[in-house]
């Protein structure tokens, strides 16, 4: 679990970021799960926007994005969520 002053750090990390992933109208599938894992390995935060013609809602989509995906919400605003997992092998970001 993050702290605040965690998250606003990582906020303040993901702000020049641009989405890797777009869930669309397919929702949060298996395949869009194994593909955002794999990216947080590498990358620790990214960030995920979701399109207009998905019929979830976006906070149902972030919560699945980081439940299923073993990651921290870091931040949804709007259409686009910030998430952050720790990698094992390549980690880049020092938490506060």
């Known amino acids: 679990m993050l702290t605040g002053k965690q998250k606003r750090f990582l906020r303040s990390q993901a702000h020049h970021l641009d989405p890797i992933f777009q869930v669309g109208k397919g ?3 298996d395949h869009l799960i194994t ?12 960030k995920v926007s979701v399109l207009n013609n998905c019929l979830e809602d976006s906070d149902e989509v972030a919560e699945a994005l980081s439940s299923r995906a ?24 020092e938490l506060p």
């Open 27 to 29: 929702g949060v599938n």
């Open 70 to 93: 073993g990651a921290e919400l870091v931040q949804r605003i709007g259409k686009t969520i910030v998430l952050y997992k720790e990698s094992k092998e390549n980690k880049k970001i």
């Open 35 to 46: 593909h955002i894992q794999e990216a947080l390995e590498v990358r620790e935060l990214i």
